[in-house]
Structure formats: structure tokens, C-alpha cells
């Protein structure tokens, strides 16, 4: 059994309510029976709502207190000397701070240092009182140096422009900040010091919020051991689980060649209200080949802005280092799980070889890494062995050879051909390209594979294989030409070099 500082699994989960409002109610049952002060770390970059948030959920919760760790800031001008921002751990006083958690956690007051802006430096004290619920709140409440003092973890994150809008908004209008020094702080503090010191911590919280671009927040993910309660909450509740039916979502291009923002959106959302849950972004079926890096990364922000389910992202490019910082920027961007090709230019790479590659990425991803079998295309197989010696959460196969099915903990057929026989095998989920255009067919089926009713999944595998044989058109322009029938105002075009 994981103990509380183990990284922890999570469930995506979609709630309409606020989350103070659901969060208060969890909080006071979790905490009922609790004697002792309860200590919640309300973490994350800045610039994502985190003291407006701690703020709501403190008027919900009956006796509860904030402690703001922007006071325990070293001085401005030692920070200055060392070249240092506020995430980084030796921006704070973190002895004390840690010596304060405890001590609020045994129901002592303590002196906390009240930090002024304007002197740069910590100078008055006042006096915090313990309560039932106190809220830590601060960039570094959720750093390992504070997990054994902390019940219960929050983590707040959002789209890298939205946490630039923020502190150009906050530094220069309420601040004072010149514009450069607050662009000069957001690269610092954001982009450098919390994704190294911060980022990974996420991965330990007990409830993920994301802060849209128009700064409202919405439960994204709760880890597993929490599941239950949320799931009490709203019996009606389901999980969204890395299973089942993932749609290869289409990348719909003007006739020109430009992306379609509009129809990508209106296919996001045509998915959903479906049945959809789970979506695979900069897939094959995406056309990821032939856009530049940043117009895929776009296609993610857009998908987690107006999908609410799971959503994949196949990050893998030709080489290492490019494959490395796209997974960087897309776990930025709120990616669930994430998948990679191997490189795609030398054919037949040395096995060993591969398994230094893939292992990399591995321990780069802090969100489930899958990996991505198409021989046919890479010129190079993920074998059995290599299997063996990666780190990897499960293995989405496109070779038609189903020999991985019980080779991996959780296995994804590529295509309709041997579905219902990778299912018998022991396979978790399907990621075939025509559910884009009838997902609920995908849906029904998913249902039927999942309760092994072979026969009625035989009979919606061939409905759906005479749609295909309708138009004479085959692999992606198919499905963008069935697409375009499907949806108003999708456009059927490719770019090269396919042709439409």
C-alpha cells in the first residue's frame, strides 16, 4: 500500500459545481472525527487563482485560517544576491515554515513574519491562530520539504498564457512592476524555478484544479485513494478511466492548408456530447506529421479547454531532445497521459538503443507514459524485450500482430481488424480512427467488448465497416470526407503529402 508521500494515481473526474463548494463539503466529511488542526496545502505556479481560491473555500469551511506563505520570503535583496525567485526553495525560510506547520499542526499559535513588498523584507509579526481547517497557500505549500506536515494537497494549474496574463495583470497594475521586470519575474519564476521545483509535485496532490483562460477553476483529476468520497459526493459519478473506446481526434485543415480552429472545436465538443470520454491528440489519424511542434501543442490547449474527459497526447518526434521538451510542454498544457512513437528515421535502431531512449522518457513524463508500436511507419518494432526493460504504463499497438496483448499491464489495439480478438486476449482499450465519425456505434461497442458479448460487437464492426466501404476514399481522407458529411462546416482536406 502507497503511504501519503508516495506519488499518487489519478482519476479524471468532470463536475459542474464550484470547486470550493464541492471541496468544503469533502473537506468537513474526510475531517469529521479529526481532533487535531487540519493543514491544506493549496499549491501551483503563479499566476492560477490560488489565493482567490483559498479565499472561496475558506468562507465555506467553519473555522478556518489562511496562512499565506508569501511572508516567509527571504529578503529582496538576498534573493537579488543569489540570483533567486520565489520558487526556488532557497527563497524561503523553510526551517521556519516547517517548524511554524508543526506546530499549527499540535494546535500551538506561532509569530508569522509579515512581508513587505515595498521594503523587500519581513520587519512586523503577527499572531496565527490554529484552527479546524487551515489553508496553506503558497507556490511552495506543496514541495516535498512540507508533505509529512500537510493532510491534504490541492494543486492548481493552467495554460502557461493564462498564468502570463496573470502576472503581467498583477505585477504591473497592482504591483508596479515595469512591464519588463514583470515579463523578466514570469520567465524566471514560472518557466525556470517552479517547472524545476515545483511542477513535480503535482503528481503527490490529492485533488488537481485547472484555472481557464477566463479564470474560472474546475476540478480536473482526484488521486485514486480519494476516488470514493468525491464519488459519495455524486453517486451518479464515473470516473474516466484510460480504457475502453479513445478517439484518434482528426486535425481539420482549410483548403488553403491552415488549421480550422472552429471545426476542431465543434468536433471536440460533437464527441462528447456522444458519449466520448477519452481522445488521443497529434495521433497518426491527427495528421501530428505534418504540423510543426507548436501547432500540435495548440491542438492539446484547444482539447483541454473545451473536452471535458481524458485526453492523450502522442509527443514523440524524431529525436530525443525534441520528444523531451514537447512532453515538457504539453504535461504544461494539462496533458493526461502521454504516448510516443519511437524516432522515425533510422530503421532498425539497436534495441538497446531504444531502451535508453524510451526509459529517458520515462523518467522525463510525470503523468502515465504509453508507448506507440507502428513499425510500418517508424521502421522500428517495440518488441517483447524492450517491453521488458522500460518503465511504461501500457502500449498502444498498430503493428497487427497482437504477440504484446499480455506482454504490457494495459494494452491498446490499433484498428478495427482484430479487435474482438485482442479483447479475448486481455486488451484494455481501442483506438481506432473511425470513431470520429460514428462514436456512438464506439461507444455501443466498447459496452459490448467490455461485458464480452462477441457476437453483438461482430455486428456493429461490420455496420461500421460498410460506412467505410460507402465512399471510395480510404484511411484519413475517408474519415475527413465522412466528417465533413457528419458535421457542418468540416472541411475534407489533407495536407501533404497526402492527398485529399
Not at 476514399?473 to 470526407?481: A, S
Request: hydrophobic letters at 35%; a positive charge.
Amino acid at each position: 500500500m502507497k503511504n501519503k508521500f508516495s506519488a499518487q494515481s489519478h482519476v479524471k473526474l468532470n463536475f459542474k459545481q464550484n470547486p470550493d463548494e464541492i471541496l468544503s463539503v469533502i473537506l468537513q466529511k474526510l475531517y469529521s472525527d479529526n481532533p487535531a488542526p487540519v493543514l491544506i496545502a493549496i499549491g501551483g505556479p503563479g499566476g492560477t487563482g490560488k489565493s482567490t481560491f483559498a479565499e472561496k473555500l475558506a468562507s465555506r469551511l467553519p473555522g478556518c485560517n489562511i496562512l499565506s506563505l508569501d511572508n516567509y520570503k527571504t529578503s529582496r535583496q538576498d534573493r537579488l544576491k543569489k540570483k533567486l525567485s520565489g520558487p526556488h526553495p532557497d527563497a524561503n525560510q523553510i526551517e521556519l515554515l516547517k517548524k511554524h506547520l508543526s506546530l499549527i499542526r499540535s494546535g500551538k499559535p506561532v509569530d508569522v513574519p509579515v512581508y513587505c513588498r515595498k521594503k523587500g523584507d519581513t520587519g512586523n509579526y503577527y499572531s496565527y491562530k490554529p484552527e479546524k481547517f487551515n489553508l496553506i497557500e503558497g507556490e511552495i505549500s506543496t514541495y516535498i520539504q512540507f508533505r509529512k506536515f500537510i493532510d491534504f494537497s490541492i494543486f492548481i494549474d493552467s495554460d502557461i498564457k493564462t498564468q502570463l496574463k496573470t502576472r503581467l495583470t498583477r505585477d504591473v497594475d497592482v504591483r508596479g512592476y515595469s512591464y519588463e521586470k514583470a515579463i523578466h519575474t514570469f520567465l524566471e519564476s514560472n518557466l525556470v524555478e517552479f517547472s524545476r521545483y515545483g511542477s513535480k509535485s503535482k503528481i503527490y496532490a490529492d485533488v488537481h484544479l485547472y484555472c481557464h483562460d477566463d479564470y474560472h477553476l474546475a476540478i480536473e483529476a482526484v488521486a485514486e485513494k480519494q476516488l470514493c468520497v468525491f464519488q459519495q459526493y455524486d453517486q451518479k459519478l464515473q470516473p474516466i478511466q484510460t480504457k475502453g473506446c479513445i478517439v484518434p481526434i482528426t486535425t481539420p485543415f482549410n483548403e488553403n492548408g491552415s488549421f480550422c480552429e472552429t471545426a476542431f472545436v465543434n468536433h471536440l465538443e460533437w464527441l462528447s456530447d456522444r458519449g466520448i470520454t477519452r481522445i488521443l491528440v497529434g495521433g497518426t489519424t491527427g495528421e501530428f506529421f505534418s504540423m510543426p511542434i507548436e501547432e500540435r501543442l495548440t491542438l492539446l490547449k484547444l482539447a483541454k479547454e473545451y473536452f471535458p474527459g481524458l485526453i492523450l497526447f502522442q509527443a514523440g518526434c524524431d529525436n530525443l531532445f525534441s520528444t523531451l521538451d514537447t512532453i515538457r510542454k504539453a504535461e504544461q498544457l494539462g496533458a493526461d497521459t502521454i504516448l510516443c512513437l519511437p524516432p522515425y528515421y533510422f530503421k532498425d535502431a539497436p534495441g538497446a538503443g531504444l531502451v535508453k531512449y524510451f526509459n529517458t522518457i520515462s523518467k522525463y513524463c510525470t503523468v502515465p507514459f504509453i508507448l506507440y508500436n507502428y513499425p510500418l511507419h517508424t521502421g522500428n518494432s517495440i518488441t517483447h524485450s524492450i517491453l521488458e526493460k522500460v518503465n511504461h504504463f501500457g502500449l498502444k499497438d498498430s503493428s497487427g500482430n497482437l504477440g504484446l496483448t499480455d506482454k504490457t499491464q494495459f494494452y491498446l489495439t490499433g484498428g478495427d481488424s482484430l479487435l474482438i480478438e485482442s479483447y479475448k486476449k486481455g486488451a484494455s482499450g481501442f483506438i481506432c480512427s473511425m470513431s470520429n465519425v460514428v462514436p456512438d456505434l464506439y461507444v455501443k461497442l466498447e459496452h459490448e467488448l467490455d461485458n464480452n458479448n462477441y457476437d453483438k460487437s461482430l455486428n456493429i464492426l461490420t455496420e461500421i465497416k460498410k460506412i467505410k466501404e460507402s465512399i471510395p476514399e480510404k484511411g484519413i481522407p475517408l474519415i475527413k470526407k465522412l466528417l465533413s458529411g457528419k458535421i457542418n462546416g468540416y472541411p475534407p482536406y489533407v495536407r501533404p503529402p497526402l492527398i485529399s
